[in-house]
């Protein structure tokens, strides 16, 4: 199990990113694919949560500002994020578990999202 988080950058508040986090070695509807990230100092919090497609949960950090979709054909899935704020400035990381695991188990490297106020 693989995954490659892309897409990070520097925006100005109130910008747009889509954040990828690509899979390999594994299909997308055997696993539960997440989106946390990790701001300096702080610890890593969960952002959104997507499987088979249609099982989808938000934090209430991001909910109503981002969307989490996933593209079997690309094995990839995306994390959409607008009206960025300065606070949503982390390192973005894309993680998978199987379903019947409680805890997130494999992880990608990072991506590093920047808001300038």
């Known amino acids: 199990v693989q995954l490659q988080a892309s897409g990070g950058g520097l925006v100005q508040a109130g910008g747009s990113l889509r954040l990828s986090c690509a899979a390999s070695?594994?299909?997308?509807?055997?696993?539960?694919i997440a989106w946390f990230r990790q701001a300096p100092g702080k610890e890593r919090e969960f952002l959104s949560s997507i499987w088979r497609g249609s099982v989808i949960t938000y934090a209430d950090s991001v909910k109503g500002r981002s969307t989490i979709s996933g593209d079997n054909a690309k094995n990839t899935v995306y994390l959409q994020m607008n009206s960025l704020k300065p606070e949503d400035t982390a390192v973005y990381y894309c993680?998978?578990?199987?379903?019947?695991?409680?805890?997130?188990?494999?992880w990608g490297q990072g991506t590093l999202v920047t808001v300038s106020s």
């Open positions: 993680a998978a578990k199987m379903v019947r695991d409680s805890e997130y188990n494999y």
């Open positions: 070695e594994f299909t997308l509807d055997d696993y539960a």
